[in-house]
């Protein structure tokens, strides 16, 4: 993949890109719908999603994770804390529930129903080199 096709920024000599997206998941099935591009995602566990990047690069300078859901809730979303590779270029987002606070599948919404999916969104702004000047 070309750069041209992701959001660059440039910084104090060091360029920057940034790579959001979202996905709908399937409760304990694979992702149903994946909005955006650079990345692919994978259910890897319950309640836990792997982000691969298609870009290399030399750092994760932010990484922001949400949700929106069909129905009110109080469930929370974190970047799985030893779980980001610069190397493999991937983050992992564990979605926990409200009551324990433990790993929690996100069930499949019903669109006809609800009129909204559940989904899970992030931002990434990551460094394309560490060297000043370079990748800007």
Known sequence: MTIRKLHRLTGPGVGYCVVAGSFVPAGAGAIVTKYGTGFSV???GVGRYRVTLDQPFADFV??????????????????????ISIV???FEIQHLSSTDVSATDIAASDIATSGTANKVHFIAVIALSDVPGAGV
């Open 42 to 44: 994978a259910r890897i």
């Open 62 to 83: 932010s990484l922001v994770v949400g949700a929106q859901f069909a129905s009110a809730n109080n469930d929370g979303h974190q970047v799985t804390p030893g779980d």
């Open 88 to 90: 493999n270029r991937t």
